[in-house]
T-cell receptor
């Protein structure tokens, strides 16, 4: 079945450590996104990518990094510079249709990161 | 700046009664509006969207939403609530600054609790 796979589902990290969250999609979507979810704050955009080897910062990119070497993959690294990394992280993708994108986002099941 | 607001943190409704989850938006130009549902520790699932056309949009699981341009609202509705509808609901608007991506701006979410 087509979809988005995020791993790991749960992750614990010590302060000062970098951690990478995986996101893989087999929907053949061009655009991919990373959102962070905190209770009562909704979803906030970290990074997004329209195409391979290209990505843009979202609203809260500080302390995060991404890469887009393959169409199917968009990993997110939470670095030690991120001051409050404990959160639920959601990856999403969407279709890129003739330069005008009105399709919905498809989400993965999320990764919950806890910093000890 | 574009934004969406969900004025209610929680909505309580008895099973079998109609439900409404409110959303208002602020955008320049024509809005692209979306509703998503999230079950505990899961990703978001797409319910419905308004791009253009009929102001009443029908979506998944019996949900519908009414676009009201004069009131800048996009309320989610269902004629008869089920206990299984209990979840967190997000309203979102497409960010016109996102280029050809479907970069969305999300509201803070409304928790729907349906009592048996």
């Amino acid at each position: 079945d087509g979809g988005i796979t995020q791993s790991p589902k749960y992750l614990f990290r010590k302060e000062g450590q970098n951690v990478t969250l995986s996101c893989e999609q087999n929907l053949n979507h061009d655009a991919m996104y990373w959102y962070r979810q905190d209770p009562g704050q909704g979803l906030r955009l970290i990074y997004y990518s329209q195409i391979v080897n290209d990505f843009q910062k979202g609203d809260i990119a500080e302390g995060y990094s991404v890469s887009r070497e393959k169409k199917e993959s968009f990993p997110l690294t939470v670095t030690s510079a991120q001051k409050n990394p404990t959160a639920f992280y959601l990856c999403a993708s969407s279709i890129f249709l003739a330069g005008v994108n009105t399709g919905e986002l498809f989400f993965g099941e999320g990764s919950r990161l806890t910093v000890l | 700046a574009q934004s969406v607001a969900q004025p209610e943190d929680q909505v309580n409704v008895a099973e079998g009664n109609p439900l409404t989850v409110k959303c208002t938006y602020s955008v320049s130009g024509n809005p692209y509006l979306f509703w998503y549902v999230q079950y505990p520790n899961r990703g978001l699932q797409f319910l419905l969207k308004y791009i253009t056309g009929d102001n009443l949009v029908k979506g998944s699981y019996g949900f519908e939403a009414e676009f009201n341009k004069s009131q800048t609202s996009f309320h989610l509705k269902k004629p008869s609530a089920l206990v299984s509808d209990s979840a967190l609901y997000f309203c979102a608007v497409r960010d016109i600054g996102g280029g050809a991506t479907n970069k969305l701006i999300f509201g803070t979410g409304t928790l729907l609790a349906v009592q048996p």
